[in-house]
């Protein structure tokens, strides 16, 4: 790392799901006001923020990283031109969530002379050891494992879910759930007016055999509008069709039932 008394500073933010980095969550922001507040108390200035918006584990080959989420490359490009000297990042798993590509992120860090330094693993700049490299290696193992853990358990209460009748994930368009006042939980749905005339126009011109984009446009000329208030679209129709739900069946996750 170069001795120049203003450390260069770039900041990587990332969360795990396109969900959470709409403009009204606080998980993206929170990362960059953190990795700033961590430039102002080493004196240093922040030259870049990178940000990934939703991650998928599935990712291991940095070629694969780069084609999918333009942060990755920035970063490498960063890399070869020498324009920071420290990456902040809140952990380990937001520069990968499979420990293969975090792991290639610090290599490719450390390769340029530069440091990586962690929210939740903190450590005093130029003393980035073996043993740091240790921590760094452990951190990617456990944020794996803890991965796979919530997918488990997501797994497990979706498969509860359809065991009782409900859909493992949302209701289809023309239902709303209805919750338990004591618990908050989703006990059933309750028929939306407007949607249940739209499953029916839909419904009962698939059965005559138009097609997708025939039906459309009679949903638009009927004045029909989406759940959203867009537009009608083909693939939305196709999906409502091949929604089971509706015949009342919900299955998923190795379980099926009726739903009433």
């Known amino acids: 790392m170069p001795s120049s008394s203003v450390l260069r500073v770039a900041i990587w933010t990332a969360v795990s799901s396109t969900a959470q ?78 420990p293969a590509l975090s792991t290639q992120a610090v290599s490719l860090v450390q390769r340029a002379g530069a440091e990586v330094y962690l929210e939740t693993a903190p450590h005093e700049l130029g003393t980035n050891s073996v043993g740091q490299r240790y921590i760094h290696a452990i951190q990617s193992v456990r944020a794996q494992e803890d991965s796979a853990l919530r997918v488990q358990r997501r797994r497990a209460g979706m498969r509860r879910r359809i065991e009782s009748g409900l859909p493992g994930n949302h209701f289809p368009y023309g239902y709303t759930p209805t919750r338990d006042p004591r618990s908050g939980d989703v006990v059933g749905a ?58 009342g069946i919900v299955e998923g996750y190795g379980a099926r039932a009726r739903s009433d």
């Open 190 to 247: 309750a028929v939306d007016p407007e949607g249940e005339r739209a499953v029916r126009f839909v419904t009962a011109h698939y059965l005559a055999g138009d097609s997708y984009a025939s039906i459309v446009r009679g949903l638009e000329r009927a004045g029909i509008p989406t759940a959203r208030g867009g537009q009608w679209a083909g693939n939305v129709v196709r999906n409502m069709m091949e929604n089971d739900v509706y015949a």
């Open 21 to 98: 980095a709409t403009d009204d969550k606080a998980s993206l922001p929170a990362q960059e006001a953190a990795g700033r507040a961590y430039a102002e108390r080493i004196g240093g200035i922040v030259v870049a923020v990178y940000k990934v918006p939703g991650h998928t584990r599935d990712l291991v080959l940095w070629s694969d990283a780069e084609s999918s989420m333009p942060a990755y490359r920035q970063l490498r490009e960063a890399c070869e031109a020498g324009a920071f000297d420290v990456l902040y990042a809140y952990d380990m798993d937001r520069l990968g969530r499979d």
